[in-house]
């Protein structure tokens, strides 16, 4: 079983950057296919940036590209969501995502196998 869990989340202010880490706790982490979810109040969670195995292949929901970054350093077995010029809408729970096989519906959450728990995200104005 895979257990991945997050950290880097507060409260900063619009315009204020952020790094969240997702650290996983299997050792094959390289062959895992990683993402970013958030879920706002009162909101579905919502696809935020995904990342393949090989690095090879990567892809942003259109309310964050050219603000966020997705990265991973497998001998750390972490992924990583920098986080630039955040904006209040920005403000959510965000949860990384695993999946041995990415499929062609990597924008939904059915297509991944394991979840962390979530770290808040809170961008005051």
């Known amino acids: 079983q895979v257990q991945l869990v997050e950290s880097g989340g507060g409260l900063v202010q619009a315009g204020s950057s952020l790094r969240l880490s997702c650290a996983a706790s299997?050792?094959?982490?390289?062959?895992?296919?990683m993402g970013w979810f958030r879920q706002a109040p009162g909101k579905e969670r919502e696809f935020v940036a995904v990342?393949?195995?090989?690095?090879?292949?990567?892809y942003y929901a259109d309310s964050v590209k050219g603000r966020f970054t997705i990265s991973r350093d497998n001998r750390k077995m972490t992924v990583y969501l920098q986080m630039d010029s955040l904006k209040p809408e920005d403000t959510a729970v965000y949860s990384c995502?695993?999946?041995?096989?990415?499929?062609?519906?990597?924008?939904?959450?059915?297509?991944?196998?394991?979840w962390g728990r979530g770290t808040q995200v809170t961008v005051s104005s």
């Open positions: 299997v050792g094959t982490f390289s062959a895992l296919a």
């Open positions: 990342l393949s195995r090989d690095i090879t292949f990567t």
């Open positions: 995502a695993g999946t041995w096989v990415l499929g062609g519906n990597w924008r939904s959450t059915s297509a991944w196998t394991f």
